[in-house]
Each structure stands twice: as structure tokens, then as C-alpha cells.
């Protein structure tokens, strides 16, 4: 009796993590191709208003790397590998939103 629960919540474990790949990939891939269509309202414009230095560098570069990372967890392919960056990159949007850490003064 144990081993057929056991497989039940196994196999409801992978189908969980299936679709919370497809989902966190889906957002990132679409964001970072956001950033390049509206790149005033998403890209380097926002970048250069919420004060992340080097904005017209970082922007595309964390473009790239939600494109990137984001259709690697899609397919399937180096997914703890491709949630490195997307660690960092959450987190630093995060910190920004939180604290104001990357504000420049007298910018």
C-alpha cells in the first residue's frame, strides 16, 4: 500500500515541476523579448530610470540572458545551469525594488 502512494505523489511531484518549468520559463523568455520590442518602457529606458548603471550595456545583456535561459528551461536543457542567471537576475530586479540600491547620485 506505502509504494502505490509513494508512486502517486512521485509522479504528482514531476507533473508539478513540469509545469512550474514551463511557466517560469515561458515568463522569462517573454520578458527578455519584451526588453528589446519596448525597449523605452522595458529595456535600457527603464534601466536608465530606476538608476542600474551602465543601462545602454545591461539592458540588452539581461535581454539576451531571460532569452536564453528562458527557452533553455522551456526545452528542458541545462535547467539548474539556466537558473543561475535567472537567480541573479531576479534578485538584483528585487534588491532595486526593494531598497533603491542602484539609485546614482546626482542622476
Given at each position: 500500500?506505502?509504494?502505490?502512494?509513494?508512486?502517486i505523489?512521485?509522479?504528482?511531484?514531476?507533473?508539478?515541476?513540469?509545469?512550474?518549468?514551463?511557466?517560469?520559463?515561458?515568463?522569462?523568455?517573454?520578458?527578455?523579448?519584451?526588453?528589446?520590442l519596448?525597449?523605452?518602457?522595458?529595456?535600457?529606458?527603464?534601466?536608465?530610470?530606476?538608476?542600474?548603471?551602465?543601462?545602454?550595456?545591461?539592458?540588452?545583456?539581461?535581454?539576451v540572458?531571460?532569452?536564453?535561459c528562458?527557452?533553455?528551461?522551456l526545452?528542458?536543457?541545462?535547467?539548474?545551469?539556466?537558473?543561475?542567471?535567472?537567480?541573479?537576475?531576479?534578485?538584483?530586479?528585487?534588491?532595486?525594488?526593494?531598497?533603491?540600491?542602484?539609485?546614482?547620485?546626482?542622476?
Open positions: 500500500m506505502t509504494s502505490d502512494t509513494d508512486a505523489w512521485v509522479n504528482r511531484a514531476k507533473k508539478a515541476i513540469l509545469l512550474i518549468r514551463i511557466l517560469v520559463g515561458w515568463v522569462f523568455l517573454s520578458e527578455g523579448i519584451q526588453k528589446f519596448f525597449p523605452e518602457a522595458l529595456g535600457v529606458g527603464r534601466f536608465t530610470k530606476i538608476g542600474i548603471p551602465l543601462p545602454q550595456l545591461m539592458a540588452p545583456f539581461v535581454g540572458t531571460e532569452i536564453i528562458g527557452a533553455l528551461l526545452a528542458g536543457l541545462f535547467t539548474r545551469l539556466a537558473c543561475v542567471p535567472l537567480l541573479i537576475d531576479i534578485c538584483v530586479a528585487l534588491c532595486d525594488r526593494n531598497s533603491g540600491r542602484f539609485r546614482l547620485v546626482g542622476v
